[in-house]
């Protein structure tokens, strides 16, 4: 076992922990100072410094100036008010073009504005989940209002190419928004030099709490506010600043820029290990998922004739914390609305783990996965009416090691 005996924790897509540093920086904004950052006195305005130098370093990490950066509750929200609001700028356009393979976040309001009278365009993907780029250039139009694709996928890691097709929006007047929640604090972005109008984030998923987020809005871009109160945010976004979160999200998104040349290389290489190691020792397994293009840090794979979350309850046996699909649909028994849209077949939807790294993962913890995972494939292939009476698995006749 590692020495943490706490949980091997590989669902960093789902969340992650919150980094010491992280902790540290907030915990002053938890006890001492609580003003109120609107306040006029000199004890909010101590705290209205720190919020402000938290959106400097936000708006570092991503390449945009602080006063483009709106922080919000989460990554739903600024998904939410970003199309929304482009839909509101110009409301002769009634279309919005979007993929298949969104977080619900973005998919679910499709749905919405749908029955709200709105066309909503859904891009296909192909095997391995790359963007049809030629069906989505076909769907912009001058109708179109708002273009919105993620720029990293919750549960390949596949990557879009944000940056062509938010040029191809342009072209078209509409404005272009992505989902980079996966991609903020993993991959290098600079939006000085992109056509992208709104940017989404979330700072549960680069080591800060839960319940903060941002929106980037470019320079020049009009933004209806979403949340209507007082004049927080530079008046777009009512409610007072959960300045704990918005100091621990400026802290993580310094540490995240200081680390990300580093740690990138240091976690490919533990995910590329995992995944070699789970593919040299488990049958009938395969990446879901583009290799060539996709996160450093994640990898799908499915493993034929098994449920997928049967394979996680044999893992949390061993504390091993992993993910069958993405958080939100892991609580169903969906199949995931990404891989079907990839065509990947049932049986291998079902049997789907998602593994996700952090910078806090081991290589000794790579190895622990290494070691657990055939034998929980083999017991439950054994166990499987496909592993004894359909086509018998190779190794569900090898004897018990
Ligand atoms: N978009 C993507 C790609 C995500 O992975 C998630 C969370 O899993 C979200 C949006 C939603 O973010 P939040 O949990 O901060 O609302």
């Not at 298949?100 to 891009?123: C, F, I, N, T, W």
């Not at 049997?351 to 290494?370: D, K, M, P």
Request: charged content about 20%.
């Amino acid at each position: 076992m590692p020495d943490d005996p706490e949980v091997v924790y590989v669902d960093n897509n789902a969340t992650t922990r919150v980094a010491p540093e992280v902790l540290d920086a907030m915990l002053p904004f938890l006890t001492r100072f609580y003003g109120n950052p609107s306040s006029i006195h000199t004890f909010g305005g101590h705290v209205r410094r720190h919020v402000e130098h938290a959106r400097e370093q936000l708006a570092a990490l991503v390449g945009a100036a602080p006063n483009e950066i709106i922080f919000t509750s989460c990554g739903t929200e600024s998904d939410n008010a970003a199309i929304l609001s482009a839909l509101e700028s110009d409301v002769r356009r009634r279309k919005v073009v979007t993929t298949r393979v969104e977080h619900p976040a973005v998919l679910s309001l499709g749905k919405v504005l749908q029955q709200r009278g709105y066309h909503v365009d859904y891009a296909p993907v192909n095997h391995k989940g790359q963007l049809c780029l030629d069906a989505l250039c076909r769907m912009v139009d001058d109708e179109t209002a708002v273009v919105s694709v993620m720029w990293a996928n919750n549960e390949t890691g596949n990557l879009y190419p944000v940056l062509e097709i938010a040029e191809i929006a342009r072209q078209h007047g509409a404005l272009f928004h992505t989902d980079a929640v996966q991609a903020v604090g993993k991959l290098p972005i600079d939006l000085r030099k992109s056509a992208i109008d709104f940017l989404s984030l979330s700072g549960h998923k680069l080591h800060a709490p839960k319940g903060i987020g941002a929106l980037y809005v470019r320079k020049g871009i009009k933004f209806n506010q979403f949340l209507i109160g007082g004049h927080q945010e530079y008046g777009l976004r009512a409610g007072t600043e959960n300045v704990p979160g918005i100091v621990g999200l400026g802290k993580a998104a310094e540490l995240a820029a200081e680390h990300m040349a580093e740690e990138q290389t240091r976690v490919r290489a533990l995910r590329d290990r995992l995944e070699q190691g789970i593919l040299s020792t488990c049958p009938d397994a395969r990446v879901n998922g583009n290799p060539a293009s996709r996160l450093p840090n994640t990898t799908n794979i499915s493993f034929e004739f098994v449920e997928g979350e049967s394979i996680l309850l044999l893992l949390d046996r061993w504390n091993i914390a992993a993910s069958s699909g993405s958080a939100c649909t892991s609580g169903s028994l969906e199949p995931s609305h990404v891989l079907r849209a990839m065509g990947v077949p049932q049986t291998a939807i079902h049997g789907s783990v998602r593994f996700s790294l952090s910078r806090f993962n081991t290589a000794e913890e790579i190895e622990f996965i290494i070691e657990k995972m055939p034998p929980i494939i083999r017991r439950l292939r054994e166990l499987s009416p496909y592993g004894r009476h359909g086509r018998p698995s190779r190794e569900s006749t090898a004897p018990e090691k």
